[in-house]
């Protein structure tokens, strides 16, 4: 996949047009009617998003923490068979575009054969342009345009904001399954405070982006992807309240393995959720606890053996 940066002229594309928070099904529904269109025009499917969340400039601190940031984005996308993907800046001046000035502007950079977004896009100065407006835009422009339905589960449309609260609730299976992936927290290793290697539960302390969204605080099933290999893991999220210090913390720790990973990128796929953050009464509380949680980790991959593979 091909990563751009504010394209200034490409030779014609399918073009799938939105933010891309989390590629969740609904997403991923309209990212496949964009292969098949692609298939259709014989020309390369481009993905246009902006960066930053337009509240980040507008109004910072009502901003969403991010299901995916640009490099877990990037990967799904590609994952996804996405040939091009070209990320625009978004600005006070961006934002003060009028609709059909957008349009004007996604037609000469990309040349579209055919554009495709969700039932709910909006674009252009205070949102004033919608997928009516798009459609206008396309038969006047012989631009073949399609509007890609909500995609429903439990009666209710897959939406960032719903996934959002779910995670917040730690209710795991329901964020991978309105995701169609696994929840993943993804950052480099880091010097803790060399806690868990005292108590003998050496855990890789995972700094992550600071707009990433984070779950429910508490401890939980995971696999450790590092590289080319995976391992089953415990996470603990939260403020460690038994010891105190250093803000919201992102602990894993490899069960029955010795890994050495400071400095080193690592990906945490979040499978199950295993219990609230806890204050306990002192280490041996808390070690007794971990014990617990990886003889509960262990446990859930013997029975789950086809997650690893």
């Known amino acids: 996949m091909q990563r751009l940066v504010d394209p200034e002229k490409l030779d014609g594309c399918v073009l799938a047009l939105g933010m891309f928070d989390g590629v969740h099904r609904g997403h991923q529904a309209l990212i496949m009617r964009g292969r098949e269109l692609r298939d259709t025009y014989g ?21 969403p923490k991010r299901l995916s940031v640009p490099d877990e984005r990037d990967r799904l996308m590609e994952d996804m068979d996405v040939d091009i993907l070209a990320v625009h800046t978004f600005t006070r001046e961006v934002a003060r575009t009028l609709p059909e000035d957008f349009l004007e502007e996604l037609k000469a950079i990309y040349a ?34 399609e509007v890609v339905d909500a995609v429903c589960m439990d009666g209710q449309p897959v939406s960032s904001t719903r996934i959002r609260d779910a995670l917040e609730k ?38 992550l982006p600071e707009e990433k969204a984070l779950p429910r605080f508490g401890a939980y099933v995971a696999v450790m992807v590092c590289g080319d290999h995976a391992y089953p893991a415990m996470v603990n999220i939260g403020h460690h309240p038994t010891v105190p210090g250093g803000g919201i913390k992102v602990e894993a720790h490899a069960v029955d393995q010795e890994l050495a990973l400071y400095d080193s990128i690592v990906r945490l796929e979040l499978m199950d959720f295993l219990r609230a953050e ?32």
Request: glycine share 12%.
């Open 43 to 63: 020309v390369p499917l481009t993905v246009c998003t902006f960066e930053p969340h337009p509240l980040m400039v507008f109004a910072p601190e009502r901003a």
């Open 112 to 145: 579209p054969r055919a554009i495709v977004c969700g039932y709910n896009f909006t674009f252009g100065y205070r949102g004033q342009g919608t997928v009516d407006t798009l459609q206008t835009f396309g038969k006047a422009n012989g631009i073949h345009t």
């Open 170 to 207: 730690g209710q795991i299976h329901d964020v991978s399954r309105l995701l169609g992936h696994a929840y993943s927290l993804e950052g480099r290793v880091v010097h803790g405070l060399g806690l868990g290697r005292t108590l003998g539960f050496a855990t890789a302390n995972v700094e």
């Open 278 to 309: 806890t204050k306990f009464d002192g280490l041996e509380a808390l070690k007794a606890q971990l014990q617990r949680d990886c003889a509960e980790v262990r446990t859930w991959f013997q029975q789950r053996s086809e997650v690893m593979k």
